[in-house]
C-alpha cells in the first residue's frame, strides 16, 4: 500500500513537473516575438523609460501608419522594400519548384549511377555559406550589370532554394505508393498523364509546402541580399530592417513594426504547412 | 483471342540475372498461376507482362503479336495489384471509370459500364466513398472492378489476396473464379499460396530462382511433381522427403533403415544410387485408418513408436521417426493415440516418388 | 527512347544542374581563382596577377583569423549540443503533452521561421544595456542594480550570441525529434519496460536509437545552413566589440566588402566552405549510418 501511495504522489509530482516545464520553454519561445509586437505599439519614450513601464500606456498604431504613409516618418520606403520582397520569393519561388518537382521526381521514382552522390551533391551547394558564395557572385555581377536587380536576386534564390525544394518533394512523392502510377499506366495512362493525373495531386499538399518553405527562405535571406541589392530597386525587407540604424540610433519602434510586418506572414504560413513539412523532411528516414 | 506467349524471356538486372529465359504459352481464356517462393521471379515476369518492367530479352507475345516495347496502356490488359493501387484522391466511382476517362470514352457508357462492373461485384452502395473508407475486401473488389471495367483481354493478378485475411480469403477466392466463368479472358495469377494456385487455376506454373520447374494442371503438378521441388511445395502438409541410398531392391534411409524399392521405380535405378524418396502424407496411414484408394497394389508394413500427434477433429496428423527424420501420416477415422505408443502404420509405395539426389528430377520417365 | 543519349532522370535533373552550376559552382570557381590572386575591388587589375598561395598563407598564419576560425568552431560546438539537447527535452515535453499537442507543436516551430536578421535584432533589443527586456526585468526583480554590459562585454556578448542562435534553431532538432517520437512504435517501449528497465534505461536503449536518424535528419539540416548565425551576429554585434565575437563569417565580410581585399577574403572563404562541406558530408554518413541501423532493428 505504501509503495503504491509513494508512486502516485511520484507520479503527480511529476506531472506537475511536466506543466511547469513546458509553460517555461513555449514562454521562452513565445516572449520576445510577443515583445516586438508590444513595442511596435507604444512611443519611444515609453521604451526608453526608466525605471521600465511594464504596462503599456499609451497603445498606437502610429509606426505602422508612418511605415506604410509613404515616406513619412524617417523616409524608410517601407512599400517599396515590401514588393521587392514579394516580386523576388515568389517568382523564385515557383521557379524553384518547377526545377525541384522535376529533380525530385528523379530522386523518387528513377534508380540511376551515383544516385545518392548527386544528391549529396545538390546538398553541398546548399551548404556553401551566403556570405562565402556572395564575394563571386557580386563580383560577376557587378561585371554583368545585373547588380541591384530583380533578376540577379530572383536568380540567386532559385539556386538557394532548389536542392531543399528536391530533397522535401522527393520525400512527398516517395509517399506516393509507386503501384498508383503503375496503376494509372496499366488504365491506360501515358507516364506524363500519370503523373499529372495521379501523383501530383497526392504530393499537392507536400509541394505546396516544399513552396511555402522556398518563399520563407527567400523572404528571410540577408547575407547575399546585403550586399548585391543596394537601392530600393531591390532592396528587401531583411535588409530595409537595417535602414532603421543609423550609426549611434536606433528607431526601436519603426523597427518593431517592420520585424512585426516580416513575421505575420512567416508565422501564417507556417501554419498552413506545419503538418506536411515535417513529413517530407522525414519520409527518407524511415522508409530508406 | 488473346493467348499470351512468352519466349526465352529474360530479366537482368546489371549482370543478375532474375528470369532464366522462360518459356511459357496461356490460352485464350485460360486460368493460370504463377507459383513459388517469394524472389522466384514470378512477380517480375507478371510485370513485363504487364508492361513496367523492360524486358531483357525474349520475346513476350499478347494475342499473337510482339509486345515488348508497347507501354502499358496500349497492351489492353488490366491488373489487380497487392496493395490495390486504388487513387485515394478519387471516389469508387471515378476509381472504376479512371481507365475509360482517360481513353475518351462517352461518359453514359463510362457510367453503364461502371455500374455494370459494381453490380457484378455488389458495390453499387460504395460507390461515392473514398478507398480510405472503405474496410480490405471492399478496396479488393473495387479493384477488381476497376480492371473488369475495362474489358481488358488479359488479367493480371499480382497476389491479390495477401493482404486480406484468412476467411475473407477464400470468399474472394470464390468470387475470383466466379469472375473468370463470367468474363471469359485470359487470366494470370501471381501467388505465393499454392492452395491458390490449386484451386484457382486450369494450369499452374511453379517457378524457382527464375526457372521454370513444371507445368501443369492441378493434379498433374500434385499426383506427379516433376522435381523434388514441386514435390515439397505443392500439397499439404508437404509431402515426406527423405535421402535415401538404393541397395538392390531396397531403399536405405539415413541411420540405416531400409524400405523396399516401390515397385514402379525397379527399372530406373541402379544400386548405389543416392535417390530422394517422397511419400505423401496421405500415403502413410495407420493400418486401417487410410484412404482406401482401390487395390494396393504396393504397400509395405512397419510398426513404429508414435512421437506426437495433432488431431485436427476428422483427421490425426501422426508423426514418427523413421531414418533420423520426422514423418507425417494422416490418420483418418482417427481415434485416440498417446505419445509413445507403437502401432502399424502402411506405407503405399504405389504412391511414393524418386528424384535423382543430384538433380532433382523425378526419376519417373 | 528518343533521346538515346539522355535518360529520363538525366533530363529530369537537367534544369537543377544548370542552375546550381550557374549560380553556384562557376562563381566558386572563380572565387577559387581569384583567391590565388591579390584582387582588390578597387584596382581590378589586380585580378591578373597570380601570387600562388600567398593569400592562403597568410590567412593560416594569421592571428586574427584564427582566433575567429577557434571562436566560430567553439560557438558551433556549444549551439549545437546544447540545441541538440534542448530540441530532444522540448520534444518530450510536448509528445507528454495531453492536450493542445497541435498549438504546441506549432509554437514550437515558430522560432524555425524567423528570419536570421529578425532573431538578431530581437535579441539586440531584448539584450540591450539600457532599454532590453533582460535588464529590466532583472533591475525590476531586484537581481542586479547596476545594468549588465550583455553585448558590450566580449565575453557576455558572445554568450548573447549563442543564446540567440539556440533560440532560433532548437526547433529544427525539436520538430524533427518529435516526429521521430510519434512514428516510434510503442510496443518496443512497452517491452522494455515489461522486461524491466527503468525509465531511463528505456529511453537510453530503446528511444535514444530509433530517434538517432531523426537527430541525424536536424543536423544535416542545420549542417547546410550553420553560416546563418552570420546574419545574426552580424546584427547583434557586427564582430564587436573590439572583434570579440568575429566569427569566420563576419571576417571574411569584414575583409572582402570594409577592406575591399577579395582575394584575401575568397581564400577565407574558401576555408569556411570547406568546413561547411566537411560538416555536412560527415553528417550525411551518419545519417545513413543511422537510417540503416533502423533498417536493420526495425
Partial sequence: MDQNNAHRLKRRGLKVLHLVGLFLAMLVICLPGLWIVLNSLRPTVEIMAKPPVWIPQDISLDAYRSMFGGAGQGGIPVWEYFRNSLIISITSTVIALIIGMAGGYAFARYKFKGKSAVFLG??????????????????????????????????????????FTIWLIDGFFRQVPKDLAEAAQIDGCTRWQAFWQVEFPLAGPGIASAGIFAFLTSWNEYALASQITRSVNSKTLPVGLLDYTSEFTIDWRGMCALAVVMIVPALTLTFIIQKHLVSGLTFGAVKG | MAPVTLKKLVKRYGNVDVVHGIDLEVKDREFIALVGPSGCGKSTTLRMIAGLEDISDGVIEIGG???NDLPPRARNISMVFQ????????????????????????????????????AILDLEKYMDRRPSQLSGGQRQRVAMGRAIVRKPEVFLFDEPLSNLDAKLRTQVRTEIKRLHAKVQATMIYVTHDQVEAMTLSDRIVIMRDGYIEQVGTPEEVFKRPATRFVAGFIGSPPMNLNEATVDGGRLVLKGGQSLPLPLEFRNKVVAGEKVIFGLRPDDIYPTGHGLSSGEATDVHELSLPVSITEPLGNETLVFITLGEKEWVSRMLNPRPLAAGETIKLSFDLSQAHLFSAETGKTLRS | MKFPKLSAPTLLLLPAIIVLAAVIVLPLLFSLYSSFTPFRLTKPETIWILIGFRNYMSALTSLEFWTAFGR?????????????????????????????QRLLRTLMMFPMMFSPVLVGFQFKFLFNDNIGFVNNVLQSLGITTSAIPWLIDG??????IIVAEIWSSTSVFAILILAGLLAMPQEPVEAARVDGCTPW?????????????????????RSLDVARAYDIVKIMTDGGPAKRTELLWTLVGRTAYSDARMGMANAMAYISILLSILFTVYFFRKLAAARQQIGAEW
Fill in chain 2, 65 to 67: 503479336k510482339p509486345v
Fill in chain 1, 122 to 163: 545538390f546538398m553541398l551547394t546548399r551548404a556553401v555559406p551566403g556570405i562565402a558564395l556572395s564575394l563571386p557572385l557580386f563580383m560577376i555581377f557587378a561585371r554583368l550589370g545585373i547588380i541591384d536587380t530583380h533578376f540577379s536576386m530572383i536568380l540567386i534564390y532559385v539556386a538557394l532554394n532548389v536542392p
Fill in chain 3, 201 to 221: 534505461q528505456t529511453f537510453r536503449y530503446v528511444t535514444w536509437p530509433y530517434l538517432m536518424p531523426f537527430a541525424m535528419i536536424a543536423m544535416t539540416i
Fill in chain 3, 72 to 100: 566560430t568552431v567553439l560557438l558551433l560546438t556549444i549551439a549545437l549540443n546544447a540545441e541538440m539537447f534542448l530540441g530532444l527535452g522540448l520534444a518530450m515535453l510536448v509528445n507528454k503533452a495531453t492536450r493542445g
Fill in chain 3, 155 to 160: 565575453n557576455l556578448a558572445l554568450f548573447s
Fill in chain 2, 83 to 118: 496493395s490495390y493501387a486504388l487513387y485515394p484522391h478519387m471516389t469508387v466511382r471515378e476509381n472504376m471509370g479512371f481507365s475509360l476517362k482517360i481513353g475518351k470514352v462517352q461518359q453514359a457508357e463510362i457510367d453503364q459500364r461502371v455500374n455494370e462492373a459494381a
